[in-house]
């Protein structure tokens, strides 16, 4: 046992294995779900069809309030909660025993629905088993979890002791579902790509490195399935998506976080426009099916999401908030120094950086920012007329990124080329070698086609609200340390090493 083991509640366990019992026996229970129960409860003055009927639930009891011959105790489970009476004329033999239950265990009701005097939805109970029992005390005085950092430590214990943090994860199954349905409506499969990459590619990125044993071979963790998903795309596949579980080896922001779960798609015949009506309808029905509306409130401000988004130009946003054209190398320097970025060795890169720094405050949106420079675009096919501008956008509400699509480059010599030139760049973001299998693909003929990523963890921060990608993600990356517990279950301050 940990220190969180209450010493009362381990004697508790003792006692009941004395007279025979088991604190945490191998079968549960049939339980049906409290909303369900509630909903068919109907009220004192116009019963529903459950009321006075017999039902089982199971999950966490909270805190109890004993009258003597009776007891009170909210039970919750996943989709809700639901109050439990314990009577003791009711209970006979079983009541001296639940003086063995705390807060925090884990049981199953069976009982009659019903009401108290004043109306409260009651399961008036007859028999309750006691399915695991809690020898860490919860949260003082149910509040929840009180240190943030503590919340996502023990993401276990806010599920059910924060108020809504459940909602939150609930809410982003649903969205993840309704991704799936809205594609495969629009004819797309799903499709599963590898996770270790011999070779870098599909995103610039650091990338976190493992060794593969039986192949006696460094491999790389995704940084994006993008540039297998377009060999799908060469192979006919024509329209495919994938959620992937994507590993960038960098900081973590309220925005950023080194494991996160992106949605890319690839559609042959198609460009970067179509991308754009696609994510801007997806973004809205998804809206509308897990909120209801196409009104979001993201970080104190009220947005509107229904399609279509507004459009802005790269280039003519970088001059109007830099001052500067992104090309003109003395301005955009001087713009760097004044806003203290450092010079990455890379112009393009460099001129990005400004970019960031000037511009993406102002994308309240939704917005869609189109047409980047080919040279931040290595996948991206250029524009017709245009050499110097690929056929690229990003999405963008907040200030934050959401998407980014392009027409996606078919060219295999013109990707060998931009491949060769990012190699030679020394960027540490960029691959260290050609992937050489993939200009091969392309040799055989990739029809013109879109691609469109999305973030899955930024889409659910904006659709439930929540400021920081840790609030959306069930365990956030944090720093190891050791577990040491406060007075109420909360995880201190770690201490400096």
């Not at 039970?75 to 033999?93: A, C, K, N």
């Not at 925090?104 to 006691?130: F, I, N, Q, R, S």
């Not at 998506?241 to 590993?247: G, K, L, S, T, Y």
């Not at 439930?464 to 990608?469: E, K, L, N, R």
């Amino acid at each position: 046992m940990t220190e969180l083991a209450h010493p009362d509640r381990l004697a508790k366990i003792e006692a009941m294995r004395a007279e025979g019992l088991d604190p945490y026996p191998a079968r549960g229970v049939a339980a049906e779900a409290i909303a369900d129960l509630i909903a068919a409860l109907g009220t004192p003055e116009a019963p529903g069809p459950r009321a006075g009927t017999t039902a089982t639930i199971a999950g966490r009891l909270l805190s109890q309030r004993d009258f003597g011959k009776l007891v009170f105790a909210p039970v919750l489970d996943r989709s809700g909660r639901l109050q439990i009476g314990l009577e003791r004329d009711r209970l006979g033999d079983w009541w001296p025993k639940r003086k063995w239950l705390d807060g925090g265990d884990l049981v199953g009701a069976t009982g009659v629905l019903g009401h108290t005097k004043k109306g409260e939805p009651t399961l008036w109970v007859t028999e309750l088993t006691l399915l695991a029992k809690s020898v860490a005390p919860p949260p003082e005085k149910w509040h929840g979890l009180v240190d943030v950092e503590a919340r996502y430590r023990r993401r276990y214990v806010d599920l059910w002791a924060s108020e809504g943090v459940s909602a939150v994860f609930l809410k982003r199954s649903r969205i993840v579902s309704a991704i799936r349905r809205f594609l495969e409506a629009q004819g797309y499969i799903e499709v599963e790509t590898p996770t270790l990459h011999p070779i870098l590619g599909g995103a610039a990125a650091r990338p976190f490195t493992t060794h593969y044993n039986a192949l006696d071979h460094d491999f790389f963790l995704r940084i994006a399935p993008e540039l297998y998903l377009k060999r799908c795309i060469v192979g006919g596949l024509e329209r495919v998506f994938e959620i992937a579980r994507n590993f960038r080896n960098e900081g973590l922001s309220p925005r950023h976080n080194p494991e996160f779960s992106m949605l890319e798609l690839y559609e042959a015949q198609a460009d970067y426009r179509r991308m754009m009506e696609i994510s801007e309808t997806m973004i809205e029905s998804i809206a509308r099916e897990v909120n209801g509306t196409t009104s979001v409130r993201f970080r104190g401000v009220d947005y509107d999401l229904r399609a279509p988004f507004e459009r802005a130009s790269y280039l003519e946003l970088f001059e109007k908030h830099a001052g500067c054209a992104y090309d003109d190398q003395p301005g955009v320097r001087a713009k760097a120094r004044e806003l203290s970025i450092p010079d990455p060795g890379n112009f393009s890169k460099l001129s990005n950086d400004v970019f960031e720094a000037c511009v993406e405050d102002h994308l309240h949106g939704p917005v869609i920012v189109y047409d980047y420079p080919v040279e931040i675009s290595p996948l991206a096919k250029r524009k017709p007329g245009a050499p110097k501008i690929a056929e690229r956008f990003e999405i963008f509400l907040g200030g934050m990124e959401l998407g980014n699509a392009f027409s996606e480059l078919n060219d295999p010599a013109d990707q060998y080329q931009r491949f060769a030139e990012q190699v030679a760049s020394k960027d540490p973001e960029a691959p260290g070698e050609i992937d050489i299998d993939y200009v091969q693909a392309l040799e055989y003929g990739m029809p013109p086609a879109g691609g469109l990523g999305i973030g899955i963890d930024r889409l659910v921060m904006v659709l439930t609200g929540q400021d920081t990608i840790r609030d959306v993600l069930l365990f956030p990356a944090l720093r190891p340390r050791s577990f040491e517990s406060g007075e109420s279950g909360e995880v201190v301050t770690p201490k400096k090493t």
